[in-house]
């Protein structure tokens, strides 16, 4: 019922800007609490960028200042805008819905994660 499906991902020359997309299903997508993570050979995932609780945004620092992650609501999609990119971003890249909890009113978790996209691949040389 509910689907995460990312695109946007290629190939592209070091430098250079790509823009992601996540348009996600099955969920009230107003209510979400979504994110960007990637997760490279031989490497942990990690956490990119993230809109919680009052829409309040996060990055991880080694992209800080080069992604920006927003949202066009009226087309459930989320999106990562990557610029300046280097070779140590080349990874695949996840979006991912958060749990929500109440606590007078509806939190967004900051590490249990709910849906998965099944990614797209963006390299970078």
């Known amino acids: 019922h509910v689907q995460l499906v990312e695109s946007g991902g290629g190939s592209v020359q070091a430098g250079g800007s790509l823009r992601l997309s996540c348009v996600v299903t099955?969920?009230?997508?107003?209510?979400?609490?979504l994110g960007w993570f990637r997760q490279a050979p031989g490497k942990e995932r990690e956490t990119v960028a993230r809109?919680?609780?009052?829409?309040?945004?996060s990055y991880a620092d080694s992209v800080k200042g080069r992604f920006t992650i927003s949202d066009d609501a009226s087309k459930n999609t989320l999106y990562l805008e990557m610029s300046s990119l280097k070779p140590e971003d080349t990874a695949m890249y996840f979006c991912?819905?958060?749990?929500?909890?109440?606590?007078?009113?509806?939190?967004?978790?900051?590490?249990?994660?709910?849906?998965w996209g099944r990614g797209t691949q963006v390299t970078v040389s």
């Open positions: 991912a819905s958060y749990r929500r909890f109440y606590a007078r009113g509806w939190v967004c978790s900051t590490i249990d994660m709910e849906y």
């Open positions: 809109m919680g609780t009052r829409g309040i945004v």
């Open positions: 099955g969920l009230t997508y107003s209510r979400a609490c």
